[in-house]
């Protein structure tokens, strides 16, 4: 790897492949010979180039040039670059050594640069982990400004947007390249609501290819124009960057945005999106209609709050009476379809911590006494949640749940029935099964959970957020597609003699054969879908999954019909 792709990878400079930059500045100028463009971080000054040549072919001068094209970046190689290219081939542009997030936009009192009629660009793309210190404060600064506020998990491409659209006149035109993740991680919910208020209209475009060889991010181009908000977007799909030229007047697609600001299906094809939605409606109810999702106990502390059996016994805390028995924190010991009394005497045994603090209001009881008094020494009664309780070593136990959600995970998140009759912390979720729901219901729903329309459903509700992981809040897992309860019973009486070898199969992680047996007995043999249907819905699947984790496992196991 040479020392030249290092270093442009630590500054997330992915140079744009021309044929790219070209349409998008074609777009944005939109026959304006008079236009004037700017592209915040121009690098070496591909978007440039595109804008001064198309701007150039519109009639307009050299000396012109120099007013109408602006490109910003902080590495002086790059602007180097970019002045010797443009200088080849007659061109100019004005290039302005500075960070952009310093740049004032013409909003404010004493602007840097004026508004542009068109912005152009590819933001540098460096995940939150390397985006830290002071660049991280002023960006984050310069989207408030504008009205977003971003969490400590954004990457540099989020503010560099919203800034960026400051600098455009009321109906300029905004064109950038954007990670796929813009539709899809949790963070960027602030930038995805902040262009619907923005703009009047809002374009996408989806490549079937990667269009950058050196990065495994997949990319979207991003059209904006205009001001005022919209309900919906227009969608194109091509196979690659060549293929752009061919798009036309009337080719998109019109998509209505759901509420909640999150679009990862929009990297669906229309036909899977509306096979999805078609079978969803007819066959299948959200998690909510069997029992609501619900948060753990929120101890504040689980360190000092949760105990293994070897504290328990140091302090002589009483089962039962001042400790309660509960699932670890964390779901890496979740590995079946049950969690067992065999499975919790076995993590009480390996010492993890297999109790919940949870005395009577009036204890004070010696033992509870001093184990309290490591608390004080430990500070953790000045925890927030500690301090909002009226007694802060008692935290609000939740009623024990019959199955847990493991609500965090890389793979798809599980329902793990809860035959131990334990309690649980805010690590995972728990489910407590209404009345009416057949009775079946406790164990079938971990093993049915695991065909592909819950599966896609979880990655089209989900978040994603750092390291591929897939976030389903209670909200977001209240909407999860299951069978309905009597295709729940159907498939059940065919599944329900086969859970033994399910459960060995995912305890060791062979879990793709699980999900294919569960798509043949309850998609085809129960509710009969077709074959061209149930391949629909596995390779949405496939796609989604694999874009949320391809930027961290670069090999990731496929699902079956892949």
Not at 105 to 131: C, K
Not at 418 to 425: L, M, Q, R
Request: net charge neutral; glycine share 8%; with cysteine.
């Amino acid at each position: 790897m040479s020392s030249l792709f290092v270093e442009r990878k630590a500054r997330g400079a992915f140079f744009t492949p021309p044929v790219l930059a070209n349409f998008l500045a074609k777009w944005a100028i939109h026959d304006n010979p008079a236009a004037r463009v700017l592209d915040p971080t121009c690098g070496e000054g591909v978007f440039l180039l595109a804008a001064a040549r198309e701007l150039y072919k519109l009639g307009a001068t050299e000396e012109c040039l120099n007013d109408q094209v602006y490109g910003v970046d902080l590495h002086q190689g790059s602007l180097a670059e970019t002045a010797t290219q443009l200088e080849s081939e007659g061109l100019d542009a004005h290039v302005v050594a500075a960070d952009f997030f310093e740049l004032a936009p013409p909003s404010e009192l004493f602007p840097s640069i004026g508004s542009f009629d068109a912005v152009v660009g590819n933001p540098p793309f460096v995940r939150y982990q390397q985006h830290i210190g002071e660049p991280r404060r002023i960006s984050a600064k310069a989207a408030l400004r504008q009205g977003v506020r971003l969490s400590g998990l954004a990457s540099s491409w989020a503010a560099l947007l919203v800034h960026a659209g400051s600098f455009l006149a009321p109906q300029g035109r905004l064109a950038m390249v954007m990670p796929a993740e813009l539709l899809s991680v949790g963070y960027a919910e602030p930038v995805r609501q902040w262009l619907r208020r923005r703009f009047a209209a809002v374009k996408l475009v989806f490549f079937e290819r990667h269009q950058f060889p050196d990065a495994l991010e997949n990319v979207v181009l991003l059209l904006t124009q205009g001001t005022g908000g919209c309900d919906a977007f227009s969608l194109y799909y091509v196979e690659d960057g060549e293929d752009l030229n061919r798009i036309q007047p009337f080719d998109e697609y019109a998509v209505a945005l759901s509420g909640d600001g999150k679009w990862t299906d929009l990297m669906l094809s229309i036909p899977e999106r509306k096979i999805f939605k078609s079978i969803a409606a007819k066959h299948f109810v959200g998690l909510a209609e069997y029992g609501s999702p619900e948060l753990g106990t929120v101890t504040g502390a689980n360190s000092f709050f949760t105990l293994n059996e070897k504290t328990r016994r140091e302090f002589g805390l009483v089962p039962e009476i001042q400790v309660a028995k509960i699932c670890p924190p964390g779901t890496r010991h979740l590995r079946g379809l049950t969690f067992t009394r065999r499975d919790w005497q076995d993590l009480s045994d390996a010492g993890e911590p297999v109790w919940l603090l949870y005395p009577a209001p009036d204890d004070r009881s010696e033992a509870l006494l001093q184990y309290l008094a490591t608390g004080l020494e430990k500070g953790v009664p000045d925890a927030y949640k500690c301090q909002v309780r009226s007694l802060w070593w008692r935290p609000p136990i939740v009623p024990t749940p019959d199955l847990f959600f493991t609500y965090m995970s890389h793979r798809y998140p599980r329902m793990i029935t809860n035959t131990a009759g334990v309690n649980f912390v805010n690590s995972m979720h728990g489910v407590r099964l209404a009345k009416a729901v057949p009775s079946i219901a406790r164990l079938a729903l971990p093993v049915l959970a695991m065909n592909s329309v819950t599966m896609l459903g979880a990655e089209m509700y989900g978040r994603s957020y750092g390291g591929g992981i897939l976030k389903m809040e209670p909200r977001e897992a209240a909407r999860l597609p299951l069978p309905c309860p009597s295709d729940l019973v159907r498939a059940w009486q065919t599944l329900r003699h086969e859970v033994r070898r399910f459960d060995s199969s995912i305890r060791r992680g062979e879990w793709s054969a699980v999900v294919e047996r569960v798509d043949k007995v309850l998609l085809r043999d129960v509710l009969k879908l077709s074959d061209p249907e149930v391949s629909a819905i596995s390779t949405a699947l496939n796609t989604l999954r694999r874009r949320r984790i391809s930027r961290n496992l670069p090999s990731a196991e496929t699902l079956p019909g892949a």
